[in-house]
C-alpha cells in the first residue's frame, strides 16, 4: 500500500471566536448553540413546522445531528440519514427547496444533484475534518503527479475535489466500487480518509495511494480501552465505522457505515452493542431497536492523546434556532443558502451520477440497505 505525506490540518479555535462558544473537543473549533429550554423549544419547533409548509421546502438530516432535528425531520416528510440518501431524497422530493442539517459537502451535494433547488443549511461554516484535510489545489497537484490512476473520493469532500475526481464513492459503497475497479486492473487514488482507504485496501488488495486525512471523532477512538470494554461485556457486539483506526477495526463484528452498523443493532440473540461512530447515531438505534444497550466506545483513557466526546462539533452545529432562522429569513436574504458554481457543479456531478449508475445496474440501491433499513422500521422512515 502506497500512502502520500500530507500536512496535518489545524482545527485549532480562531482567535475571532469566543471560547464560550466553541465545542469542548480540544482540537476542534465550532460554534455550537445553546440549547433553549423546554418552552422554547416547543415554540420553535411548531414555527418550523409552519416556515416548511410556507416555504415548500423539505428538511433533510444527517444521523449525527441533534435528536430533535431528527424528530423533526421525519414529523414533517423529510429524512434522517446518510449523506447519499439525503441528497438522492431531495432530489425525489416534490418541494422546491432543501434544508439540510448536516455538514457543508452535504449541502454541496444536494446542490449538485438538484441545481434547480433553492439548498439552506443552519450554518454554512458546519464543515468537516475530511473536507478540511483535502484543499483542492493540493489534491489537483497530487493527481497531476499520478496520471495513470483512477480518482476515488469520499462523499465528504468539497465539490472541487469531487471536480476532479472519476468516482465518488460513500461508505455503504466503496468496496464495491474499488473491488470492481480493481477487478478491472485499475490503479487508484484515495481520497481522503487515510483509515477507511486502509480498511478498503486491505479488503480489496486494490492498488491505492492514499490521501492522509481523517475524521477527527473517529480517529479518537481507542483499542487498548475497547479491548477493557470487552472484556468487561464479553457478549457485546462491537460495531466500527471504519473511519475508525486498523486497531479498532481489528476488534469489530461489524465493520459498515451508519446505515450498516443501525441495521446491525437488530441482530437476533443479541442484547448488548459496543458502538464505535458518532454518538449522535444512538438516537436512531435505539428508535430502530429499542430495549437493546447501547454503549459508547472509549475515546479516552490511558491511551488517550486528546480526549474527544464522540461527537462531530460540526454537526453539533445544527440547532432549532438557527434552523428557524435560515427558514425565517434566508428565502430573502439568501442566509444559509448554499451555492455551487455551475460549472463546477457539472463537473462535481459526474462522479456522483457515476456512482449512482454503478448502484443501480449492480442491484445497490443506494447506501446498501437504506431502503430496507426504513421500511423495516415502520413509523420512523420517511412517509
Ligand atoms: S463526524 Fe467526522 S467525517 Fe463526519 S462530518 Fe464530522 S468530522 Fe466529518
Not at 183 to 205: E, F, M, N, S, V
Not at 283 to 303: D, Y
Request: glycine share 8%; aromatic share 6%; hydrophobic share 40%.
Amino acid at each position: 500500500m502506497n500512502q502520500v505525506d500530507i500536512k496535518p490540518v489545524e482545527f485549532d479555535l480562531p482567535s475571532q471566536a469566543s471560547p464560550s462558544t466553541s465545542c469542548k473537543p480540544s482540537q476542534a473549533w465550532a460554534r455550537v448553540p445553546q440549547q433553549p429550554g423546554p418552552d422554547e423549544r416547543a415554540a420553535l419547533k411548531a414555527e418550523i413546522k409552519a416556515l416548511l409548509k410556507a416555504r415548500d421546502a423539505v428538511l433533510v438530516a444527517h444521523y449525527y445531528v441533534d435528536s430533535e432535528l431528527q424528530d423533526l425531520a421525519e414529523e414533517t416528510g423529510g429524512c434522517v440519514s446518510d449523506s447519499l440518501e439525503m441528497a438522492r431524497f431531495g432530489r425525489e422530493s416534490k418541494q422546491q427547496n432543501l434544508v439540510v442539517a448536516g455538514v457543508r459537502f452535504m449541502g454541496e451535494t444536494s446542490k449538485i444533484l438538484n441545481p434547480e433547488k433553492r439548498v439552506f443549511m443552519p450554518d454554512l461554516d458546519a464543515t468537516c475534518s475530511l473536507d478540511l484535510g483535502c484543499p483542492s489545489e493540493e489534491f489537483n497537484a497530487f493527481c497531476d503527479q499520478h496520471p495513470d490512476r483512477t480518482v476515488v473520493v469520499y462523499a465528504n469532500t468539497s465539490a472541487a475535489v469531487k471536480a476532479r475526481a472519476d468516482w465518488m464513492v460513500t461508505s455503504s459503497i466503496a468496496l464495491d466500487i474499488v473491488g470492481h475497479l480493481h477487478a478491472q486492473g485499475q490503479k487508484l487514488i484515495w481520497a481522503p480518509d487515510r483509515h477507511l482507504g486502509q480498511y478498503i485496501q486491505k479488503q480489496t488488495g486494490a492498488d491505492m495511494l492514499l490521501w492522509q486525512g481523517s475524521c477527527l471523532v473517529h480517529d479518537e477512538f481507542k483499542a487498548e480501552e475497547l479491548k477493557m470494554l470487552k472484556a468487561q461485556h464479553p457478549q457485546a457486539m462491537v460495531l466500527v465505522h471504519p473511519e475508525s483506526p486498523a486497531d479498532v477495526v481489528a476488534l469489530a463484528d461489524v465493520v459498515g457505515s451508519t446505515t450498516q452498523l443501525i441495521k446491525a443493532t437488530q441482530t437476533p440473540g443479541v442484547d448488548t452493542y459496543i458502538v464505535a461512530t458518532d454518538n449522535g447515531i444512538l438516537h436512531k438505534m435505539r428508535q430502530f431497536a429499542p430495549g437493546k444497550t447501547l454503549i459508547e466506545a472509549p475515546t479516552a483513557g490511558n491511551s488517550a492523546t486528546c480526549k474527544s466526546c464522540a461527537h462531530c462539533p460540526w454537526m453539533a452545529m445544527n440547532g432549532l434556532k438557527n434552523l428557524r432562522d435560515v427558514l425565517k429569513t434566508g428565502f430573502d436574504t439568501g442566509l444559509g443558502e448554499v451555492h455551487v458554481d455551475s460549472a463546477l457543479g457539472k463537473q462535481a456531478y459526474r462522479c456522483i451520477d457515476r456512482m449512482l449508475d454503478f448502484a443501480k445496474t449492480h442491484g445497490i440501491s443506494g447506501p446498501r440497505g437504506q431502503g430496507r433499513l426504513e421500511q423495516a422500521h415502520k413509523g420512523v422512515g420517511p412517509a
